[in-house]
C-alpha cells in the first residue's frame, strides 16, 4: 500500500467517482494507482512528458499488481489522449501558467479534444491562480469546489472544476474571461465562505510578510517608474486585497 503524502491525499480525496482518470505529469504515478486501488476510478492513465518518471511510475505499478489498469502514457499535457478516453484529468504539482498553457491548447482541438468529454478536472497549481481561474473559465469549466492543506510548512490549493453550464453541449471552444473581482482570482469565494481556518493562515501569513516587505522598501528613495517604485505598488495592492479577504472571518 503506498503512503500518499498529505498533499496528494487532499487530491485524491477531492477526486469522484469516475470511469477512466487521466494524472498529468504523474511523475511516481503513486496517484492514479491509489485511486485505481481505492476503486474510484476502473482504469487510469499515468502520464507524463518524460520517459523517466513514466518508467517509474511502470515500476511502481507493476509492485502494486495494477498492470494493465494503470496505463503509463508518454504526453505532454493532454495532447496523447482523445476524446471520451477519460472522464476525469488531473493536473497536480505543475506552475499555473503550465496549466493554462495544457488547457488551452487541448480546447483548440474542439471536439477531438479529452476535455469535451470530462465531467470533472481537479487542479493544484502550484503557482498564478489568477491565471489558472481565467483560463478555466475561458475553457469552459467552473469551480465548484475547493479545499487548502498545508504539507511540510507549503499550502496548497486544490480545485474541483466541472463544465459550465452555459457550455456548448461537448465542445470546450475558447471563450472570453469571466467578470470575476480581483479578490476572487486571487483567492475565490468558496473557502472564505466556509471560513476555512487554513486559508485564514495563509492569508495572515501573507500578510506579515507582504507589511514587512512594505517597511523595507519605504525605507528606500525610489524614482517613480523604477523598479523599486513598482514593486512598492505591487505590494501595497496586495496587502489591500488581503486585508479586505481577512475582513470576512470578522
Not at 486501488?37 to 502520464?47: F, I, P, S
Not at 499555473?96 to 469535451?116: F, M, T, V, Y
Not at 493544484?124 to 511540510?152: N, Y
Request: include cysteine; hydrophobic fraction near 40%; charged fraction near 25%.
Amino acid at each position: 500500500m503506498i503512503q500518499l503524502s498529505v498533499r496528494l491525499e487532499a487530491i485524491a480525496s477531492t477526486v469522484k467517482p469516475c470511469r477512466t482518470l487521466a494524472d498529468i505529469g504523474t511523475d511516481h504515478g503513486f496517484l492514479p494507482i491509489e485511486l485505481v486501488r481505492r476503486g474510484v476510478c476502473t482504469r487510469a492513465y499515468a502520464c507524463d512528458v518524460r520517459k523517466g518518471p513514466l518508467d517509474r511510475a511502470q515500476s511502481h505499478i507493476a509492485l502494486a499488481g495494477l498492470t494493465g489498469s494503470v496505463i503509463p502514457l508518454l504526453s505532454d499535457g493532454l495532447a496523447a489522449l482523445e476524446r471520451d478516453t477519460i472522464d476525469t484529468a488531473v493536473m497536480a504539482g505543475m506552475g499555473g501558467r503550465l496549466i493554462s498553457r495544457i488547457l488551452l491548447e487541448s480546447a483548440k482541438r474542439g471536439n477531438s479534444s479529452p476535455l469535451s468529454g470530462l465531467s470533472q478536472l481537479i487542479l493544484q497549481p502550484q503557482s498564478e491562480l489568477p491565471l489558472v481561474r481565467k483560463t478555466l473559465c475561458r475553457v469552459g469549466f467552473t469551480i465548484d469546489d475547493e479545499v487548502m492543506v498545508t504539507d511540510r510548512g507549503k499550502f496548497y490549493w486544490i480545485f474541483h472544476t466541472c463544465p459550465s453550464a452555459s457550455r456548448s453541449a461537448g465542445h470546450p471552444a475558447v471563450t472570453k474571461a469571466g467578470d470575476e473581482t480581483e479578490e476572487e482570482l486571487a483567492f475565490g469565494h468558496i473557502l472564505a465562505q466556509r471560513k476555512d481556518p487554513v486559508l485564514k493562515e495563509y492569508l495572515s501569513k501573507r500578510l506579515d510578510v507582504t507589511t514587512r516587505l512594505l517597511e523595507e522598501l519605504s525605507g528606500q528613495s525610489a524614482e517613480e517608474g523604477s523598479s523599486a517604485y513598482v514593486r512598492y505598488g505591487q505590494l501595497a495592492k496586495e496587502k489591500n486585497l488581503i486585508e479586505k479577504e481577512l475582513e470576512k472571518w470578522e
